[in-house]
C-alpha cells in the first residue's frame, strides 16, 4: 500500500560541534555517487526545542499512517538519526544529516547537489576548497529537512537531508588540542624539544560507517 506522508520540516540546530563532517568531499565508502554528512553534536540543554520539533513529527508521522490503513497492526519503527546520547559524560543530542551527491532523476536525467557553506558572517563561503582540512570539533550550525518516509522492509521513520552549513569556528587537520579533549599542563612544550610529525589520519582511527 502506498501512503500518503505529512509535510516535511525545515530546521536548524543550535550551535553545534560536528563529528566527521564531509562537506567538501563526498564519502564514497558505502555509496560510489557519493554522500556529503555532517553530525551534529548539540549541548543537551540548548537541543530542547530541536527535539521537541522532531518527535512531534514523528507522533504525527506515525499517528497519519495509521488513520491510512486502521487495520495493520505490525507498524514497524526504522532506526532514527537522531537522539540523546551521553558523550565524554555529557548528556548531548546528536542528529546525522546526509546529502546525496549526485543521481538520476525519474526522466533518465543526471543531477548533482552540494550543500550550502556560509561563514560566521552568514556570508558564502566562495573558496570551498579552503575547508578541505575540516575536522571533528568544529563550531557551525546546521539546516537540514526532515522528512518522514515509510519502507515496508524499515519501517516508518524520518530521514535528515542535509542543506547548509554555517561555519563558525573551523578546526582543521587532525583537529586542536581541545577537541581531542586536552588542557594546558605545567610540563613539557613543543618549543623545548624536537617536534615531531603526526598524521591525524593514521593514528587516530574512527569509524565511518553510514547510517
Known amino acids: 500500500m502506498n501512503y500518503n506522508l505529512i509535510d516535511k520540516l525545515k530546521l536548524t540546530t543550535p550551535v553545534a560541534k560536528l563529528k566527521y563532517p564531509k562537506l567538501i568531499e563526498p564519502e564514497t565508502k558505502f555509496n560510489p555517487e557519493g554522500v556529503y554528512k555532517a553530525t551534529a553534536i548539540i549541548d543537551s540543554a540548548e537541543a530542547a526545542a530541536l527535539a521537541d520539533a522532531l518527535d512531534d513529527l514523528l507522533t504525527r508521522h506515525k499517528a497519519s499512517l495509521k488513520q491510512q490503513d486502521p487495520s495493520k497492526k505490525d507498524w514497524k519503527l526504522a532506526d532514527l538519526p537522531y537522539g540523546y546520547e551521553e558523550i565524554d559524560g555529557k548528556p548531548c543530542f546528536v542528529i546525522k544529516t546526509k546529502m546525496k551527491a549526485k543521481g538520476i532523476d525519474r526522466d533518465g536525467r543526471a543531477w548533482s ?21 575540516m575536522w571533528s570539533g568544529t563550531v557551525a550550525k546546521v539546516n537540514f529537512e526532515a522528512c518522514p518516509f515509510y519502507q515496508a522492509a524499515l519501517g516508518a521513520g524520518i530521514t535528515l537531508r542535509l542543506k547548509a552549513v554555517q561555519i563558525i569556528d573551523l578546526v582543521e587537520g587532525g583537529g586542536s588540542a581541545e577537541s581531542f579533549g586536552f588542557g594546558e599542563e605545567d610540563a613539557w612544550t613543543g618549543a623545548t624539544a624536537e617536534a615531531t610529525s603526526f598524521d591525524s589520519t593514521t593514528s587516530v582511527p574512527f569509524d565511518e560507517s553510514d547510517f
Open 113 to 133: 547537489s552540494v550543500p550550502a557553506l556560509f561563514d560566521s558572517k552568514g556570508q558564502p563561503v566562495r573558496d570551498r576548497e579552503s575547508l578541505k582540512g
